[in-house]
């Protein structure tokens, strides 16, 4: 008995487990994935409310930008756990903003530098207003070659769609 239920268990959970490790919205969509997604959560993308993103590890990093000013604290997940969350594989990313600006990386690079989405500018939660819901921040204070143009272009304010290709 048990040697035939055994199999049928594994399998059962080997295909429930990841399913149910999913997780879905319950609040406001705040982001959206597009791509090839191993593990979409609403058809073929993934969505994400804001205690999703609080579900993953924070990171923070206080920036000084050109076109701010004083010092920053930016506060979010970082890109790759969202991306592996949403088990998305590609080449390159692009932040998509409610304004219809974007901007375009090398996945691995945005991996490689810890770049961040964040919830968060000065321990305040962004919202549309104060250029949320999210910004895309990348660590500019502990690593002074990052401070190119093409990165401060990529620093998508009102971001709330990535497309990974
Ligand atoms: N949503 C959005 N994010 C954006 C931009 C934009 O126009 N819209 N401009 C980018 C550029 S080119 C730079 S240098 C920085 C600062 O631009 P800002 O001074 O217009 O905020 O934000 C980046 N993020
Ligand atoms: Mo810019």
Redesign the pocket.
Known sequence: MLRKLLPCLALFLLHAVPALAQDTPHGEVILTVNGTLAKPNQADRMVFDQAMLEKLPQKKYTVQ????EGPQTFEGPLLADVLAQSGASGKTVTFR???D?S?SMDVEEAKKHGVILALRQNGKLLTVRT?GPLF?MFPFDRNEALRT?DN????????NQIDVR
Request: hydrophobic share 50%.
């Open positions: 930008l050109p076109w701010l903003a409610l304004n600006y901007a250029k895309v143009p401060y272009r990529r620093c998508v304010w009102q971001l």
